[in-house]
């Protein structure tokens, strides 16, 4: 299993998620406490440019790979890697409706390795490419 979860070291100025943002199961209460949770998810987001990792992230909040990725599925229904993509893509979205930059720069900027890596994980979550929502928006 890679741990590594690629992304150029580019920052991008985005409101942080709040817990309230993700689906979280009320009926559990095993998983992140709302006090780590938030934590992941603002360290999820100011490091999402960056090379981030599991081993990172899960560090970040002094547990281990393991127990984190349980752990944060537990509190998203998610898994880390699965909610990276989800907030990449909203990203790329946003970006694509202000028609300001290319798709392959949108796709380093948002922290994918390359424009058909983007390409590939909006059309497998959007049902459709970059460039023709980008048409219909």
Same mark, same amino acid.
């Given at each position: 299993?890679?741990?590594?979860?690629?992304?150029?070291?580019?920052?991008?100025?985005?409101?942080?998620?709040?817990?309230?943002?993700?689906?979280?199961?009320?009926?559990?209460?095993?998983?992140?406490?709302?006090?780590?949770?938030?934590?992941?998810?603002?360290?999820?987001?100011?490091?999402?440019?960056?090379?981030? @990792?599991?081993? $990172?992230?899960?560090?970040?909040?002094?547990?281990?790979?393991?127990? !984190?990725?349980?752990?944060?599925?537990?509190?998203?229904?998610?898994?880390?890697?699965?909610?990276?993509?989800?907030?990449?893509?909203?990203?790329?979205?946003?970006?694509?409706?202000?028609?300001?930059? @290319?798709? $392959?720069?949108? $796709?380093?900027?948002?922290?994918?390795?390359?424009?058909?890596?983007?390409? !590939?994980?909006?059309?497998?979550?959007?049902?459709?490419?970059?460039?023709? !929502? $980008?048409?219909?928006?």
């Amino acid at each position: 299993m890679n741990n590594n979860l690629q992304q150029p070291p580019i920052l991008i100025d985005r409101p942080l998620p709040t817990t309230g943002d993700l689906p979280i199961n009320p009926l559990s209460a095993k998983g992140l406490s709302p006090r780590k949770l938030r934590a992941v998810l603002e360290y999820i987001h100011l490091h999402m440019n960056e090379g981030l @990792s599991l081993e $990172a992230i899960a560090a970040h909040v002094n547990i281990s790979q393991f127990h !984190f990725c349980r752990l944060f599925k537990q509190s998203t229904g998610v898994s880390p890697y699965h909610y990276l993509l989800q907030q990449r893509i909203e990203r790329a979205k946003q970006l694509l409706l202000q028609n300001q930059l @290319s798709i $392959a720069d949108i $796709a380093l900027e948002v922290g994918f390795s390359n424009q058909s890596h983007l390409c !590939f994980h909006f059309k497998r979550s959007e049902g459709t490419s970059p460039k023709q !929502f $980008a048409q219909r928006s």
